[in-house]
T-cell receptor, first 115, second 114 residues
Framework: NAGVTQTPKFRVLKTGQSMTLLCAQD?????MYWYRQDPGMGLRLIHYSVGEGTTAKGEVPDGYNVSRLKKQNFLLGLESAAPSQTSVYFCASRVSGNSGANVLTFGAGSRLTVL | GESVGLHLPTLSVQEGDNSIINCAYS??????FIWYKQESGKGPQFIIDIRSNMDKRQGQRVTVLLNKTVKHLSLQIAATQPGDSAVYFC?????????????WGLGTSLAVNP
């Protein structure tokens, strides 16, 4: 089982460039999330989706856009990359509902450096 | 605002000893707590969870204790092994909303000395 797969694993961008991070899950999960992880700041939620065709803002959404056109995929886009977006990005997914469904499955992360 | 914090940012233990990682939370409305382990270069991995109506839950070599009176959560690892070296995160889930977003702690780094 692949679980949650993120591509690419590493990327270096110049300021102002755009790129898309792809997250794919094969567990038929309804909910998907994009987090960024920075030293000393833990995991911060960027955007999330509770189902195909729906997205919502997390706590740090500025500078990012997302799309969930297919249930298994959740894309994170940077339209104009900034050095402040240098980070490790994690995608996660889980089943819907509140009962015993709070466990997130994470991908291995995508390390993005913006010069 | 509400937050989840950690008492110790780093913890160093000898192989074979027991480890205790602590976490303080401030949202009394949270009804679910989870511990994750993150090894270097990997994503967080679920370890164990506990509901607010429980005060203890045991897994394989791990035990989570919840003290709602003082809003304290701890993760105990028995007979700590080198493979336990990682950053451990606690997370809480406020009892509100359908999307059940987690509130994450900042993490505690556990180093196991051989």
């Amino acid at each position: 089982n692949a679980g949650v797969t993120q591509t690419p694993k590493f990327r270096v961008l110049k300021t102002g460039q755009s790129m898309t991070l792809l997250c794919a899950q094969d567990m038929n999960h309804e909910y998907m999330y994009w987090y960024r992880q920075d030293p000393g700041m833990g995991l911060r939620l960027i955007h999330y989706s509770v189902g195909e065709g729906t997205t919502a803002k997390g706590e740090v959404p500025d500078g990012y856009n997302v799309s969930r056109l297919k249930k298994q995929n959740f894309l994170l886009g940077l339209e104009s990359a900034a050095p402040s977006q240098t980070s490790v990005y994690f995608c996660a997914s889980r089943v819907s509902g509140n009962s015993g469904a709070n466990v997130l499955t994470f991908g291995a992360g995508s390390r993005l450096t913006v010069l | 605002g509400e937050s989840v914090g950690l008492h110790l940012p780093t913890l160093s233990v000898q192989e074979g000893d027991n480890s205790i990682i602590n976490c303080a939370y401030s949202n009394s409305a949270s009804d679910y707590f989870i511990w994750y382990k993150q090894e270097s270069g990997k994503g967080p991995q679920f370890i164990i969870d506990i509901r607010s109506n429980m005060d203890k839950r045991q897994g394989q070599r791990v035990t989570v204790l919840l003290n709602k009176t003082v809003k304290h959560l701890s993760l105990q690892i028995a007979a700590t092994q080198p493979g336990d070296s990682a950053v451990y995160f606690c997370a809480e889930i406020p009892n509100a909303g359908n999307n059940r977003k987690l509130i994450w702690g900042l993490g505690t780094s556990l180093a196991v000395n051989p």
